[in-house]
């Protein structure tokens, strides 16, 4: 018999990253909870910021508008979204999100399956001037 424990995270235990944009807070992931299919969080974005242009070659990431407005553009298509409204991003597929409105947007993404490796799990094909030598969001490894 396996016994299992709930783990709690706080938004505001995690470590906010902006290296592509927004406040980006992995939650839950192999890091923080032992995830082993997944790993999701929180972004909040304010109004005119945005996650740069990036690719995920071996995860469909779902996205949940909390609050506020989001543009999503996946590969070519714009896609709107807001409170109580969701999108699912493709694996392999290219992908940004804006705040294109007048608050702030809160949002709550998943991405499956995780990538063999955390450094394969993402591609970035646009940069934020400035930040490109920062750390990317630590998803994988130990605690």
């Known amino acids: 018999m396996s016994t299992t424990s709930a783990t709690k995270v706080s938004w505001s235990d995690v470590t906010p990253n902006r290296r592509r944009g927004g406040d980006v807070r992995i ?12 790993f999701g969080g929180m972004l909040t974005l304010e109004p005119g910021e945005f996650v740069c242009e990036h690719i995920h070659p071996y995860s469909e990431e779902s996205i949940y508008v909390v609050s506020g407005q989001i543009t999503m553009r996946i590969d070519t298509e714009y896609v709107d979204l807001g409170p109580g409204e969701a999108c ?7 992908h940004r999100v804006e705040n294109r409105g007048q608050e702030p947007a809160k949002v709550i993404f998943h991405l499956c399956p995780l990538a063999p490796r955390p450094e394969l799990g993402h591609i970035d094909t646009e940069f934020l001037p400035g930040r490109e030598n920062e750390p990317a969001p630590q998803v994988g490894g130990h605690l």
């Open 27 to 38: 939650m839950l992931s192999p890091k923080t909870v032992k995830s082993t299919t997944g």
């Open 88 to 94: 699912l991003v493709p694996i392999n597929v290219k």
